[in-house]
């Protein structure tokens, strides 16, 4: 009994153990996983569609440039695109339109940290409209190879930042937030879960029992041996009391 008793007193120690460094181990991963999120206080998905944004700009810009060394002095074609500005000839509408993406996209999904595709439905579908009216009105595909190039560029780059935002980030995180809500569901029950700690005296041997002794049982089992030992302590209590009858009866 004592061994039996031993055995299930182990298993179950053995049990909590491992159920409560099974909760410890988890509650330090959901810890891990806080502290990682507050330090990044913006996703890697979402730092690197901002770097894209970033990127869009410059480019544009540089194209920009470039085209205005190629047509001649730099402060020349500046006078001419931006203080005597013309829809027609221009390209410094292309580069402002560049500026608002930008501006509008790190605004919405860097400062204010949007999780919706409404901004970047509206800078796209504002780009492709005011491209395309461009295209149709102007006379930049009379310029060379840059009044084809910055129109497609700005325009591939618009629809690239959109299929990033709508197939990267916006999925990303919303599995992240998931998976660090079903780690905090997991952690919320694991106290529950889990068994409580050990107290000193929930498991103890009880103490042999001297009135069930090996003899009493087989007293139990024999019913005449329990009736001559009986007859036979009545008879000795007996003699006690009378030794006239213990000499009669040697």
Known sequence: MDSRCSSSADSRLNSRVVGSVNAAALCARVESYEAAAEKKCISDVRRTFCLFVT???????????IELNVKGSIQEQLEKEVLNYNYRASFFDIFLLAVFRFAALILAYAVCKLRHWWA??????????????????SKLLSQGAF???????????AWIETWMLDFKVLPQEAEDENRFQSFMDVAERAPLMCPGPLSDG????????????DEDLDDKHDPEKGLIQQDAVVASEGRKKNPALHILTF
């Not at 990127?55 to 440039?65: N, P, Q, S, V």
């Not at 579908?125 to 295209?135: D, G, H, N, Q, R």
């Not at 929930?202 to 002794?213: G, I, K, L, T």
């Open 147 to 157: 009044g084809y190039l910055l129109p497609i560029i700005s325009f591939v780059l």
């Open 202 to 213: 929930q498991f103890y041997s009880p103490p042999e029992s001297v009135a069930d002794s």
């Open 120 to 137: 970047i439905a509206i800078t796209t579908a504002v780009s492709c409209a005011f491209l395309i009216v461009k295209v149709i009105l």
């Open 55 to 65: 990127f869009d700009l410059l480019f544009i810009t540089l194209l920009w440039i």
